[in-house]
């Protein structure tokens, strides 16, 4: 794709065709549209056909068998917990100026949490996914999640990405007829190109651009101003595309668990085919006055009748299902799809007595695997802040810098209250025994130190209570009964 580095537009439009032809067809694309179909409940189940011998010994598809084919949607919830488990809570930056503070909620908005929900969806379900930063009709940086599937990073011969080529289909109607048309973007660190396609024709630049190629960010001025004037621009300084990685070899979370969830759902499917089909018997035949077995199927199936000969015979015959033998298989594959899955098992109830210790070791592994995403998520953000801090200077001549934000992420996790409300009493219950022992003791040391040991006890300003006491001797003071724990109205030192 060196074709893509040039600087004519006329070999740009030429390999644009063939890069996106050969993006569909590379083994990463297969690998995302897979996670994506699972992530969307299209599982492999789904196509899933039954065949037996016929009576001329020929291979042929059983119509007439029961074929229940219901796709169990583990990837949806790993993906989705895992998303929650971070984002739940609103990804907070700050500092310690106020005034930067105040402009930093102009771009962290519900939108801007929407986009870090949806680019960890993505990256997980395909195993990379874009986020490009755009500049709104009120001249305010916002960003978007670009489809990584109609994304095409272009390299240059260190391996470097130089520019970033993105596309995507739109159909019309033109001349009474439906015509594809294929928009295609190419964009480095200063401008972008704009070119269109209809059908399977070749490529060509945009008409309908005022300006191509033009800087990332086109201001159109409604005034008299010369034509160079009125639609100046002004670039990023970067190209304005991330690429959010799943993980170092950039897998979906769907590679380490497709065999388990695949063999959960033939074993689901295949134990409702036996129960339907087997729910009242094996009719063992002699005699049969039929065309073939195949007929005799169908007869039993839709007439729950069949006719036999002279001297024929029917007689019935029970069939045990291995229910159990399913059962435990379909349990084994559920621990172990949430086991390297790196999932929580919500169903999970143990012995009942479920402490917040007990809850922390079953997030062991989710927590694991939203570690490695937080760090390349934290990438974006900061990425993203350079461009944050950029617009703002831009836009209200400040001269704040990237180092003075703060990024906080904090983790949403089921806990027990009433283990939190025990642990509270218990700590309750020691404070005011140490007070007792404190108070019982005072009498042998000096009132400050008991003071102070008073208020760092109860987190208080060691020397905002002492101005309070001024010169009322303290160590003779009623002393408040919730230090003590009991129901005098003082206790002496």
Same mark, same amino acid.
């Given at each position: 794709?060196?074709?893509?580095?040039?600087?004519?537009?006329?070999?740009?439009?030429?390999?644009?065709?063939?890069?996106?032809?050969?993006?569909?067809?590379?083994?990463?694309?297969?690998?995302?549209?897979?996670?994506?179909?699972?992530?969307?409940?299209?599982?492999?189940?789904?196509?899933?056909?039954?065949?037996?011998?016929?009576?001329?010994?020929?291979?042929?598809?059983?119509?007439?068998?029961?074929?229940?084919?219901?796709?169990?949607?583990?990837?949806?919830?790993?993906?989705?917990?895992?998303?929650?488990?971070?984002? *739940?809570?609103? /990804?907070?930056?700050?500092? !310690?100026? =106020?005034?930067?503070?105040?402009?930093?909620?102009? $771009? @962290? %908005? &519900?939108?801007?949490?929407?986009?870090?929900?949806?680019?960890?969806?993505?990256?997980?379900?395909?195993?990379?996914?874009?986020?490009?930063?755009?500049?709104?009709?009120?001249?305010?940086?916002?960003?978007?999640?670009?489809? *990584?599937?109609? /994304?095409?990073?272009?390299? !240059?011969? =260190?391996?470097?990405?130089?520019?970033?080529?993105? $596309? @995507? %289909? &739109?159909?019309?109607?033109?001349?009474?007829?439906?015509?594809?048309?294929?928009?295609?973007?190419?964009?480095?660190?200063?401008?972008?190109?704009?070119?269109?396609?209809?059908?399977?024709?070749?490529?060509?630049?945009?008409? *309908?651009?005022? /300006?191509?190629?033009?800087?990332?960010?086109?201001?159109?001025?409604?005034?008299?101003?010369?034509?160079?004037?009125?639609?100046?621009?002004?670039?990023?300084?970067?190209?304005?595309?991330?690429?959010?990685?799943?993980?170092?070899?950039?897998?979906?979370?769907?590679?380490?668990?497709?065999?388990?969830?695949?063999?959960?759902?033939?074993?689901?499917?295949?134990?409702?085919?036996?129960?339907?089909?087997?729910?009242?018997?094996?009719?063992?035949?002699?005699?049969?006055?039929?065309?073939?077995?195949?007929?005799?199927?169908?007869?039993?199936?839709?007439?729950?009748?069949?006719?036999?000969?002279?001297?024929?015979?029917?007689?019935?015959?029970?069939?045990?299902?291995?229910?159990?033998?399913?059962?435990?298989?379909?349990?084994?594959?559920?621990?172990?799809?949430?086991?390297?899955?790196?999932?929580?098992?919500?169903?999970?109830?143990?012995?009942?007595?479920?402490?917040?210790?007990?809850?922390?070791?079953?997030?062991?592994?989710?927590?694991?695997?939203?570690?490695?995403?937080?760090?390349?998520?934290?990438?974006?953000?900061?990425?993203?802040?350079?461009?944050?801090?950029?617009?703002?200077?831009?836009?209200?001549?400040?001269?704040?810098?990237?180092?003075?934000?703060?990024?906080?992420?904090?983790?949403?996790?089921?806990?027990?209250?009433?283990?939190?409300?025990?642990?509270?009493?218990?700590?309750?219950?020691?404070?005011?025994?140490?007070?007792?022992?404190?108070?019982?003791?005072?009498?042998?040391?000096?009132?400050?130190?008991?003071?102070?040991?008073?208020?760092?006890?109860?987190?208080?300003?060691?020397?905002?209570?002492?101005?309070?006491?001024?010169?009322?001797?303290?160590?003779?003071?009623?002393?408040?009964?919730?230090?003590?724990?009991?129901?005098?109205?003082?206790?002496?030192?």
């Amino acid at each position: 794709m060196i074709e893509l580095l040039s600087d004519s537009p006329t070999t740009i439009a030429g390999a644009i065709r063939n890069a996106i032809t050969n993006n569909i067809s590379t083994k990463a694309r297969q690998r995302a549209e897979e996670g994506v179909r699972y992530y969307n409940f299209e599982h492999d189940i789904l196509k899933n056909r039954i065949f037996y011998v016929d009576d001329n010994n020929n291979l042929a598809e059983d119509k007439y068998a029961s074929n229940v084919k219901i796709p169990h949607s583990f990837l949806n919830e790993l993906i989705d917990q895992k998303t929650q488990y971070l984002l *739940s809570n609103p /990804v907070d930056v700050s500092s !310690d100026d =106020d005034e930067l503070n105040d402009y930093l909620k102009e $771009y @962290y %908005t &519900d939108d801007m949490q929407l986009t870090l929900q949806e680019l960890v969806e993505g990256a997980s379900q395909k195993g990379f996914e874009y986020a490009y930063a755009r500049t709104t009709s009120e001249d305010k940086l916002m960003f978007q999640v670009a489809d *990584s599937l109609q /994304v095409i990073p272009v390299y !240059d011969s =260190d391996n470097n990405v130089q520019r970033i080529l993105r $596309y @995507y %289909t &739109d159909t019309i109607v033109k001349d009474r007829k439906q015509v594809k048309l294929t928009f295609a973007e190419l964009y480095d660190a200063e401008k972008v190109w704009f070119f269109v396609a209809e059908d399977s024709k070749a490529f060509k630049l945009d008409p *309908s651009q005022p /300006v191509n190629p033009r800087s990332h960010v086109l201001a159109i001025a409604d005034n008299e101003q010369t034509d160079e004037q009125r639609l100046a621009g002004r670039s990023y300084g970067v190209i304005p595309f991330y690429r959010l990685s799943n993980n170092k070899a950039e897998r979906t979370d769907l590679e380490p668990i497709k065999a388990l969830i695949d063999d959960y759902d033939l074993m689901d499917a295949f134990m409702s085919n036996n129960l339907q089909d087997f729910a009242d018997a094996i009719y063992v035949v002699k005699g049969f006055q039929g065309d073939d077995l195949s007929t005799l199927r169908q007869n039993i199936k839709a007439k729950k009748s069949i006719g036999v000969g002279e001297g024929g015979d029917v007689s019935i015959q029970t069939v045990n299902i291995p229910t159990e033998a399913r059962k435990t298989k379909l349990e084994l594959d559920r621990e172990n799809i949430y086991k390297f899955g790196f999932g929580y098992d919500s169903s999970q109830v143990g012995d009942g007595n479920v402490t917040n210790v007990v809850i922390k070791g079953r997030y062991t592994l989710l927590n694991m695997k939203a570690n490695k995403t937080e760090v390349r998520l934290r990438s974006f953000i900061a990425w993203a802040n350079k461009l944050i801090i950029d617009d703002i200077n831009r836009r209200y001549n400040k001269k704040f810098d990237v180092k003075q934000l703060t990024v906080t992420i904090t983790r949403e996790m089921l806990i027990n209250e009433n283990d939190l409300a025990n642990n509270d009493k218990v700590r309750a219950e020691t404070r005011s025994t140490d007070m007792q022992t404190l108070l019982a003791v005072a009498p042998r040391l000096d009132d400050e130190t008991v003071l102070k040991q008073i208020t760092d006890a109860y987190d208080l300003d060691f020397e905002e209570v002492k101005a309070k006491l001024g010169e009322q001797d303290y160590s003779q003071a009623p002393v408040p009964k919730e230090l003590t724990g009991g129901e005098d109205d003082g206790a002496e030192g």
